[in-house]
């Protein structure tokens, strides 16, 4: 595994533009494990009330995994609040933008990503497409990231679209700079997720950038660069800034 491209463009500062509501990924889980913590915890206390051993290993052991789940809640939550902003803000040094550029964020949601890159652009534009799926995104809706984007004062910059990640509705060769996080790993089946790609090898320009950031799935993502011709594919480690901890997948479109 390597780092793709220079990491050497500081320019932007932090990823996280501060001002703008971006609410917590996969809230789903985070409220499930919240939920199946807080039961196993009752369970716990209520065993441990009962007399003889067996009732004290099952209250500890009940106690162990409601801990871990609670655990990993506050991890995700932290990740969604503070992590991503650190590991997006690596994302982005790795693009070494210009600021000229006209960069797409597929699956942009409240548009973390997208304001953070609109934030590197001078004379450049920032794309968002999604669909706006609430069970991967807390809130999650088309007017977030344009509320955002106005908090953030780049309202200017950015374009909202309403699209698939398999179909998108641009012309081929729009975009310098292709960027997803989160987003892919949403699309079910393999092939599917392959579509999203080579979507993406057809709207960028030849010597586009692309990065992708995802938990799940890069070395797939990488394989599926590399038949659609980029160049340079290359895998980042496990950043654990984020929960799960993510894998950045880079390339060049030849
Ligand atoms: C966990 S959120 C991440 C949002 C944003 N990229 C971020 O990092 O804050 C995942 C996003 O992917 C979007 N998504 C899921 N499947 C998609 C698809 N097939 N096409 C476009 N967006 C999709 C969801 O609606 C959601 O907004």
Same mark, same amino acid.
């Given at each position: 595994m390597r780092e793709g491209f220079a990491v050497s463009d500081r320019r #932007? &500062?932090?990823?996280?533009?501060?001002?703008g509501q971006y609410g917590l990924d996969a809230p789903v889980v985070i409220r499930n494990l919240i939920g199946i913590g807080l039961l196993l915890a009752g369970g716990s206390i209520a065993a441990f009330l009962f007399r003889g051993w067996v009732w004290l290993i099952v209250g500890a052991w009940l106690g162990l995994v409601s801990v871990f789940c609670l655990a990993e809640a506050v991890y995700m939550i932290w990740s969604s609040k503070r992590g991503k902003a650190i590991v997006v803000r690596k994302m982005l040094d790795m693009l070494q933008l210009r600021g000229d550029e006209h960069v797409l964020d597929v699956g942009? #949601?409240? &548009?973390f990503v997208l304001i953070a890159a609109a934030r590197r652009l001078t004379g450049g534009r920032a794309t968002g497409i999604d669909i706006w799926n609430s069970r991967d995104q807390? &809130?999650?809706?088309?007017?977030i990231p344009l509320r955002n984007a106005e908090r953030e004062n780049v309202f200017d910059r950015i374009t909202i679209v309403h699209a698939d990640a398999r179909q998108m509705p641009f012309e081929a060769h729009t975009f310098d700079v292709v960027v997803s996080s989160l987003?892919?790993?949403?699309?079910?089946?393999e092939a599917e997720r392959k579509r999203a790609i080579e979507e993406i090898a057809r709207v960028l320009k030849p010597g586009g950038k692309v990065a992708l950031l995802d938990f799940r799935y890069a070395d797939a993502y990488a394989r599926a660069l590399t038949e659609a011709g980029f160049k340079e594919v290359a895998v980042s480690r496990r950043h654990l800034q984020m929960f799960p901890p993510v894998r950045i997948v880079t390339g060049l479109r030849s």
């Open positions: #932007g &500062g932090a990823a996280h533009a501060s001002k942009c #949601g409240r &548009g807390s &809130g999650n809706h088309p007017d987003a892919l790993h949403n699309i079910p089946h």
